[in-house]
């Protein structure tokens, strides 16, 4: 059963806007990464993250791991047409899976 | 550096036929894992593979199954296509087995009529 959950599933965001992704584990993560898909198409990786507290930024975006590693934030600033799509938590090594897929959140930028 | 290449990208089956899908890993990666994703399941795990050996298998059925090759290229195999198998198959290379970056191919496309 899924035990990582994404909030919101969907958003929607003028473009300039600030946003943020929310990811719950219901168990310890030692691995999470963050991916974006667009519709129909591979996943293109965007971050891990491995340690409590551990925060990495790529340009606008930038994701945190908390420090007891059950929640994952992505946070977009100022955000912008290129960044729609769908988003992506995964959890490394549950139940020996490689990757455990939370359930996603799709991002709509307005104009 | 290349990225991960899966082949062929789009596939029409018809029920009951057997397919073959391809993954080509990055150069040096010996670590590949497979995927399905559909609207109502998600992105599900179906197997990994590393030096030849699959090391987990998704709760998926015996139809499904998969071979890696000593260069790392991965094939998974779907026999007796059901309506249900309709799906993005995508695969993921990594350079290890834990906690390290993985990668994803644009998928293939399998529809099943």
């Known amino acids: 059963s899924q035990e990582l959950e994404q909030s919101p599933q969907s958003l929607i965001v003028q473009e300039g806007k600030n946003l943020t992704i929310n990811c719950t584990s219901s168990k310890t993560l030692y691995g999470l990464y963050w991916y974006k898909q667009k519709y129909g198409e591979g996943l293109i990786f965007l971050m891990m993250?491995?340690?409590?507290?551990e925060e990495k930024s790529h340009e606008k975006i930038t994701a945190k791991l908390d420090e007891k590693k059950q929640q994952s934030s992505l946070h977009i600033t100022a955000s912008q047409p290129s960044h729609a799509g769908i988003y992506l938590c995964g959890a490394d090594r549950w139940f020996g899976e490689k990757l455990t897929f939370g359930t996603g959140t799709r991002l709509t930028i307005i104009p | 550096k290349a990225g991960v290449t899966q082949t062929p990208r789009y596939l029409i089956k018809t029920r009951g036929q057997q397919v073959t899908l391809s993954c080509s890993p990055i150069s040096g990666h010996r670590s590949v894992s497979w995927y399905q994703q559909t609207p109502g399941q998600g992105l599900q795990f179906l197997f990994e593979?590393?030096?030849?050996?699959?090391?987990n298998k998704g709760n998926f059925p015996g139809r499904f199954s998969g071979r890696q090759f000593s260069n790392s290229r991965s094939e998974m195999n779907v026999s007796t296509l059901e309506l249900g198998d309709s799906a993005l198959y995508l695969c993921a290379s990594s350079a290890g087995t834990v906690n390290t970056e993985a990668f994803f191919g644009q998928g293939t496309r399998l529809t099943v009529v």
């Open positions: 993250l491995q340690k409590g507290g």
């Open positions: 593979y590393f030096s030849e050996t699959q090391r």
